[in-house]
């Protein structure tokens, strides 16, 4: 009897602050809907009940309900309206721009919405690895001076400060530094380079709209189209 072998086990990816946004937008929303609800007199209500009807899905459907699933086999990219089914053989590129895409070798795109690009992170990155670099710059230097200045006087002195100089730059990050969405990426692109020959990495791309948030999100608009107009 064979034992049938375990899923296996997806890496998550979501925007923290998409997810923060979110819930105080949903709060936000749903405090002044439920007291227009309760103390509106008139249309009032119904105009609160059609706002909260297209109000909150739409807004959980932008910030909370993003995320990309990857395991060893596939990648599945969840849309605010669409759920990508994206195995690693069928996938050309992961690409980073003013947003980050998978291309599949058919040429489709789609977009990663819970991996959006940061330009200030990419500075902060870039500003960090510059520091850094000087740094380690000025820890080398420094210790060439101290060999330099106590070596020939002070033998055994002098090649101490050359010891505790090169502890001081070892200290300094040497790898590069990374915005978070592109190291995202990066770790991405490394299983996809791993993953995309294997055998149960093949198979074909599905796509499926997300009619449980697009449904309520036309019910609510329309339902505020006809208030609006019969008003």
């Not at 609800?37 to 119904?46: D, E, F, I, Q």
Request: hydrophobic share 45%; charged share 20%; net charge positive.
């Amino acid at each position: 009897m064979t034992t049938p072998h375990p899923e296996p086990k997806d890496r998550i990816y979501r925007s923290p602050a998409g997810l923060i946004g979110g819930v105080l937008l949903l709060a936000i929303a749903c405090w002044l809907g439920i007291d227009a609800l309760v103390s509106g007199h008139g249309r009032t209500p119904w105009l609160a009940l059609a706002g909260l009807i297209l109000v909150v899905p739409a807004v959980a459907a932008f910030t909370l309900r993003p995320a990309v699933y990857a395991n060893q086999d596939r990648l599945r990219v969840r849309n605010p309206f669409r759920v990508v089914v994206l195995p690693w053989g069928e996938i050309a590129s992961l690409r980073s721009g003013f947003s980050n895409e998978a291309v599949t070798k058919a040429g489709a795109k789609f977009q990663l919405w819970s991996v959006p690009v940061s330009l200030r992170g990419r500075k902060k990155a870039a500003r960090r690895e510059a520091k850094a670099a000087a740094e380690a710059a000025g820890a080398q230097r420094g210790g060439r001076s101290g060999a330099l200045g106590f070596g020939g006087g002070l033998g055994g002195f002098g090649g101490g400060m050359g010891a505790g100089s090169g502890m001081r730059g070892g200290a300094v990050p040497a790898g590069p530094t990374r915005a978070e969405s592109d190291q995202i990426m990066a770790d991405l692109r490394e299983l996809l380079e791993a993953r995309e020959q294997a055998e149960s990495a093949q198979g074909e791309v599905t796509v499926r709209w997300a009619y449980e948030v697009i449904g309520p999100v036309v019910a609510g608009a329309v339902l505020l189209a006809i208030l609006l107009a019969t008003g």
